[in-house]
Structures are given as C-alpha cells and as structure tokens.
C-alpha cells in the first residue's frame, strides 16, 4: 500500500481546475453563474468526477446542494466544502479551488479505505448569489437561515423570479429548508479558499489559518446643507453638504485603523451634483467589519457619532440608514489550531487572520458546526475578475494542507467521545 | 414740466414684470429661454413697450440683441443692458428685471426730451445658454470674443444646431460678429441684476455696487488608486482614491477662505463606486473664483500642491485638466463711485461686493467699454428657480438707484472730452 502522501495528487488538482476553466469558461473569465445552463456542466462534470470514487455516494439536497458522501466508522461527519458555481467573468479559482481540492482529498481518503468518521464533500448552490443579488444560498438552506419569502421574488435583470430560476434546477424553493437535514450529523467543516486579499502575498507566506469572518456593519449616510450658486455664495454662508462627507470618510478611515478593522466608503453621490453648484445632499455608503463584535459596535458608535459633530461644524442635517448587518462568525478555536499545524506541515510556516469577505462556511459556523477555513495566497489581492490567479505552487500546497487539516481532524472527531454528532 | 423722479414709476416695472410672468411663465416659473417661441413671444412684447416711447429707434443685430435707441446731442452712447430670456422653470426676475428698470429709465429720460448724450437699452440674446449650453452669446458676440466655429454644431436636447435654431429667429451665424458695431460709439455701460446669493440680504441691505466679476478656473480632478474588496483589503494596503477626493475638498475650501475668493467641489464621482469596493478610481470638479487674478493663480497654485502633497500621502496618481477658465473682470472705478453715490442717495447706505456669477456685463467689460453693474438684494440668495425671489419695495428701490446712477453717467459722459466713443 502506498504511503498516504503517495495517494494524495496535488497536481491534478491543478490540471482539473484548468480542465473545468476549460469546459466552462471563456475570453472573459469563468461563467458558471449558479443557477444557469454552464453551472449545471460544472455540475455535471463534477459528479463524474465523484462517480470514479469506491464508496461514494451522491445526491443533491433540496436546496441545490451537491453531496458526495463516503461512509466511515462513524456516522459522525467530517465536511469540506466549496462551491463551483462563479461570478460572471470570475476567475479560475474562487470557490471552485475549494470542491477540487475536496474532491482529491476524499479521493485519497477513499483510496485509502473506510475511514473512522464519515467524511462528506459538499458543493454548495449559490454562493456567489450574482444572478438575483443574493448569496449563500444553498449554505444559508441547509443552516436554516434562508427565508424562502425573502427570496422568492428576487429577479434576474431579464425578469426571471428567483423561486422559477431554481425550479428549473430542481430546486422546490418551499422544501429548500429541508437541507438542514445534511448538517445533522456534520462535526467539523473545512473550507479552503483563495484569500481574494493582499495580506499574505505582502508577507511572503503560502498560506494562512482563518480565525472567522468579519461582523458587518452596512450603512447609506445623507448629508443635507443647501445648494447655492457656487460664484455667489460666499465660503461663510455656505452649508456645503459634502463637508459631511468628506470629513465623515476621513473620519471612519481613522476609526477603522484605531480599532483593528476596516472602514470603506466606497460610494459618494453629489446632488445637484454640478460643478458650479455648491452640494446641497451628499449621500456615502459606509461598509464597516471587524471580527470583534464588541470592537464593531465601538466602531460603528464612534463613526455615528462623529457624523453628529461633523454635522454640527457644518451646519448640516445627517441621516443614517442601515442597509445590512451580520455579527462576527469565529471559527472554532481547536480547528483553528489543527489548521495551522497542517500549514506549518506544508508550508513550514503559518499566519493567523480574520476573513473580510463572507463565506458558506459563515453559515455553518453560524449552524454550530466546529468550522474553520485555510486561506492560500491571492497574487495581487484580485478576485471576481479573469485575472485572479494564486501560483500553481501554491494551489499544490494549499491541497496538501487541507489533506493534513482533513486527516487531522478526522483523528480529532474519532477521538471525542460526547461530541456533537455522536 | 414735473420733476425728474415724477416722471420715473418703479411700481411700473413691478406690474410690467408680473405682466411679463403671466405672458411668458406657468406654474413652475419662467419658460423665456432664448431661441423659442416664448422667448420671442417676450420680445415682441418688450418691442411694443418700446415702440410707446417718444424718439426711440428699434432694432435686432445681427447676433440677435435688441436695442432701442433714444439720440442725444452728442453720438456717445450710455448703455443699458439686461437679458430677457430665462433658464427653463426660472425666476420672474433674473434677466428681466434689468431690462424693465432699463425700460422705464429710458421712458423716464425719453419723456424728459433729447438727451446730452445717447442712451440705448439692450436686450442680449442668449444670456443663459440654457438651450445649447453656451451662455453669453449675444454680449459676446457684439464684445468680439464669440468664435462661430466653436458653437456652430452644438445641439440641443432634440440634436437641433445652434446654427439652424438661431437662424430660425433672424441670425446667420457667420454674420454674427457684425453685433461689434453696436458697441462703436459706447462710453459707458450700466446693468442691474438681483444679486443671486446671500450677501447683502445677511447684511440687511437692499442694494450693493459691483466691483467686477470673479475670475474663474475650473477643473477635472481625478484620483487614482486600486479598487480593492472592502471586507479582504486591510487599511495599510489600500490606495483609497476618495481619500484624494475628501483631503483636496477640505484643502480647497481653506484655501478659498484664506485668500478670500470661494472654492466648489460641486460633483464627486467614484468608481467602481459599490459599497463593498474601496474605490479605484475618483473623479471631482473644482472650481476656484476671485476678484484679484493674482490671488486667482495663487489659489490654483495652491490647490495643485496641496493634490501633489496628498497623492504621495495616499499612494494615488491625481490628474487635472482645466474645463474652463476667464479672467476677473474689473468694473471701472469712477462708475463703481457713481453707483455706491446712486445707491447711497436711493437706500441710504450701499455695501461693495464682487459678482461670483458671470453676466453679459463682463462682456461689455471686456471690450473697454467702462462698465459697473448694480445688485439688488435676493431673497434667500435663490436664483435659476421659480422660488427666486427680491421685497417688491427693493424692486423699485433698485429702478430709482438705476435711474440716478444712469442720470450720473450722462453727466459723465457729457463733461469728459477725450473719452472713448467721443
């Protein structure tokens, strides 16, 4: 029998994300956007893929999610997660790294023969949410935090309600909550992901341990002064509402800094909006996230309260709006000391840091299942675009490590005796 | 024979103006933009006021500026200038109210019998641009700085030629700077205008002399630094190009304060612009006003340093490309005397102050014909809107300072010997 490493095939991974960018994208990047004809080839090819592996059985769950299960000792389950589906003209990588590096990991645990615990490879449907602007779709299903009324009557930009566009899927929007079913048994979760950020590729490392997600705070922030002639009203008499926005902006950048976390504002709109008028309404977006909920709430009350004093200095009214909310998702401490392990293994050295961007693994987490994610090195910080890319170098050790994170915690699973899923 | 302020009726210009309101408004304001049926209507109807008086000759130019000529003992003109056509949904006042107090000046000196030297009312074509955005057609084609060739293609809304529109009301283009022969013999020009901002109604006066108009240089700002993912992009990695825009706002209103000029950013513009995108790229108008064309350069000067110094602070690139420019425009000093005395003599106290808006008046400047404008007081300093409005009793305040400042100018031009248009 060959060694474990000898089993495990990093670099086919890489040829079968170069064979999937083949099949399902174009000069403009990946196109398998969930829930549309491309997607349904990934699909496709991905389950013949997991139809070569002794053992495996398949099925998709009533939110569209694909499972591909590998009975263990145990029914307790090992999960590792991703998602093929992509943004329009996405990149080769963000999410659908994730499932092929599952799948070769499973691959080598089923080579290996009946494992202790159960271990499960999930694709999960939507993640993106690019065609009806709503993400996590499957992951939110099966953690039982989808609404079904609040998705409904979402449509695509042709006019396509959400509950027909799945439908057409097989997905029964009203029985898509019952994907909580899958997690019953679910111990731990695993997710590997490109970082889609600059950090670690500015620190020279490979790899990273995730420690959560990020608490979000989104909100929309008006300003109101008064328009005026911008010739005839002299600097004195002016109540130029984007003072507001200009000092609130700088302001949210030193609050963000102070605190740990990030602060952006990342649109600004000018009403009348011309150049020989001074503004009379400014309207910013302010995205604030950190992985501390306490250091979140500090953040956002310090920017209200800024916006107050500013609002005062220029004699202007200001108005807060939230558009979306999520608290900080922690990922589970003893996980979160295996993945570093696993990468130092690899890698020969690890970082710990939060996630910005959200991730189905959120929605476990959310559901109480012990979940952590690897981050691998993103060249240049770009994702959502043709040009993400991470070193095939890297992507090999990203698989490596996941294989030593998933075997790790296998051990881990089969070891704890009143665990949940026991 | 009854005195000389027997024979001036300011509470007729008032009735003459909403007489003008009920002809040429409807409910949302004034609809008098030149090169239109109600502008003409307007016309027609300013000509039939100016047909009753005893002695004055009535004609269009070749740029399409009506004048009405009363000849006096000598051929040295006073002129005295307004505009009848309005934004669309304008103020009853803004234009207009120049030409009726002209009106009834010149009926008032009309009636009086020939004057010392000729005085002619002008009606400029086109003030506003609003139809084809090109203000000050008619003034500056009769000063000599309009170019044919740069307004010939422009269009309206509909893709009508401003060569074709204007056409349509008795002016071939190419013919357009013949106007210049109107202003052969002028010596003087005189024009009253509400002041369209909130100086002299903060300082509880009806009436204030003009200086001159401000010099303006405007520009295109843009900021450019890396869009990036608001949630994955720690601070210290950001190049956040609205931080440019937020740092150069601030800067270019002190800058306005300590030179005591005035500095707009009236439009910022963010791309991608979405709320979870720190912006990449950010776009701002700025627009720097002075009387001085000293203090006027220090400004931009200072604006272009302080955008320098703030792109290396905030790792960005800043382009600038200038929109427009125009020289301050002094009036002529004893003319400014002549009408602080005239407003002194009609309000009891008058008050000094720059123009930030352009007028046909800088035109006339501009082609050395000494030259002084009058304001009077805005209510809420509204202007280009059906709210703009000015006490009625300031109105006719405003016909009496007019009357007795042109009667200065007469005087003036009467006893100079070597003066221009002699």
């Given at each position: 029998m060959p060694t474990i490493e000898g089993l495990l095939s990093p670099s086919r991974t890489v040829a079968e994300l170069k064979e999937l960018r083949a099949l399902?994208?174009?000069?403009?990047?990946?196109?398998?956007?969930?829930?549309?004809p491309l997607w349904a080839v990934a699909r496709k090819w991905l389950r013949g893929k997991l139809a070569e592996l002794p053992g495996v059985e398949?099925?998709?769950?009533?939110?569209?999610?694909?499972?591909?299960?590998?009975?263990?000792?145990?029914?307790?389950?090992?999960?590792?997660?991703?998602?093929i589906d992509s943004v329009p003209n996405g990149g080769w990588l963000d999410g659908c790294l994730n499932v092929l590096a599952?799948?070769?990991?499973?691959?080598?645990?089923?080579?290996?023969?009946?494992?202790?615990?159960?271990?499960?490879?999930?694709?999960?449907?939507?993640?993106e949410g690019a065609r009806f602007g709503r993400s996590l779709f499957g992951s939110s299903a099966a953690a039982g935090t989808l609404l079904p009324a609040d998705v409904r009557n979402l449509t695509d930009r042709d006019g396509v309600k959400l509950v027909d566009a799945v439908a057409e899927y097989g997905v029964e929007l009203d029985?898509?909550?019952?994907?909580?079913?899958?997690?019953?048994?679910?111990?731990?979760?695993?997710?590997?992901?490109?970082?889609?950020?600059?950090?670690?590729?500015?620190?020279?490392?490979?790899?990273?341990?995730?420690?959560?997600?990020?608490?979000?705070?989104?909100?929309?922030?008006?300003?109101?002064?008064?328009?005026?002639?911008?010739?005839?009203?002299?600097m004195a008499h002016r109540r130029d509402a984007l003072g507001g926005v200009s000092k609130l902006h700088?302001?949210?950048?030193?609050?963000?800094?102070?605190?740990?976390?990030?602060?952006?504002?990342?649109?600004?709109?000018?009403?009348?909006?011309?150049?020989?008028?001074?503004?009379?309404?400014?309207?910013?977006?302010?995205?604030?996230?950190?992985?501390?909920?306490?250091?979140?709430?500090?953040?956002?009350?310090?920017?209200?309260?800024?916006?107050?004093?500013?609002?005062v200095e220029e004699k202007l009214e200001v108005a807060w709006r939230r558009t979306w909310e999520i608290p900080p998702i922690p990922f589970h401490p003893e996980l979160i000391e295996m993945a570093d392990e696993a990468i130092r293994e690899v890698c020969g050295v690890s970082h710990r840091l939060p996630?910005?961007?959200?991730?189905?693994?959120?929605?476990?987490?959310?559901?109480?299942?012990?979940?952590?994610?690897?981050?691998?090195q993103s060249l240049r910080g770009i994702s959502h675009n043709k040009i993400e890319d991470t070193r095939e170098e890297h992507i090999e050790l990203s698989v490596r490590a996941l294989d030593r994170l998933a075997e790790r915690a296998m051990g881990w699973l089969a070891y704890q005796k009143d665990a949940p899923g026991t």
């Open positions: 399902t994208g174009d000069e403009n990047g990946a196109q398998r956007v969930a829930f549309t398949v099925h998709q769950d009533a939110a569209g999610n694909l499972w591909g299960t590998l009975g263990g000792a145990s029914e307790r389950c090992l999960l590792i997660g991703g998602h599952g799948l070769e990991v499973l691959r080598r645990i089923a080579a290996a023969g009946t494992p202790a615990v159960t271990v499960r490879l999930v694709d999960w449907a939507d993640e029985r898509a909550l019952e994907a909580r079913a899958e997690l019953r048994n679910a111990a731990a979760y695993l997710e590997l992901h490109i970082e889609q950020g600059p950090v670690l590729e500015h620190l020279g490392l490979p790899m990273g341990a995730v420690l959560g997600t990020f608490g979000v705070e989104r909100h929309l922030v008006t300003f109101t002064g008064q328009a005026a002639h911008s010739g005839s009203t002299p700088l302001a949210v950048r030193e609050i963000a800094v102070r605190h740990g976390g990030v602060g952006t504002v990342g649109r600004v709109v000018t009403r009348p909006g011309i150049v020989t008028a001074v503004v009379g309404e400014a309207e910013m977006t302010i995205d604030l996230r950190h992985l501390d909920a306490g250091a979140l709430a500090v953040m956002f009350r310090e920017a209200r309260e800024a916006s107050a004093r500013i609002a996630s910005g961007p959200l991730h189905d693994a959120a929605e476990v987490a959310r559901a109480g299942v012990p979940t952590v994610m690897l981050f691998v």
